[in-house]
Nanobody, 125 residues
């Protein structure tokens, strides 16, 4: 069982940066594939980025964030991060971290077992 808590959201101007954190409880965090999803009002939850278990050397990104966002993890701190640069108003959404035990090439929300409560990111123009 893993419990996830996101933090780091807030209000930022377009072009700015934010770093989201996802703190996990439990000693099994290192073995979980972790991901970030986001959901804007009236829209479905969509995949943002994924990082592999253990060393986290494998990552994957949605096309709309490539080159702007970076996912990482610090297993010693049981924490995953999402560094978001060059933010645009279209990035405004609730951001959620999620965990599962296996890697998948086309992550969908239904494939993840554990979820955080989300943190709001609002980008003003």
């Amino acid at each position: 069982q893993v419990q996830l808590v996101e933090s780091g959201g807030g209000l930022v101007q377009a072009g700015g940066s934010l770093r989201l954190s996802c703190a996990a409880s439990g000693r099994t965090f290192v073995s979980y594939v972790m991901a970030w999803f986001r959901q804007a009002p009236g829209k479905e939850r969509e995949f943002v980025a994924q990082i592999g278990a253990w060393g986290g050397s494998t990552t994957a990104y949605a096309d709309f964030v490539k080159g702007r966002f970076t996912i990482s993890r610090d297993n010693a701190k049981n924490t995953m991060y999402l560094q978001m640069n060059r933010l645009t108003p279209e990035d405004t959404a609730g951001y959620y971290c999620a965990g599962r035990t296996t890697w998948g090439t086309r992550p969908s929300p239904s494939e993840f077992d554990y979820w955080g409560q989300g943190t709001q990111v609002t980008v003003s123009s």
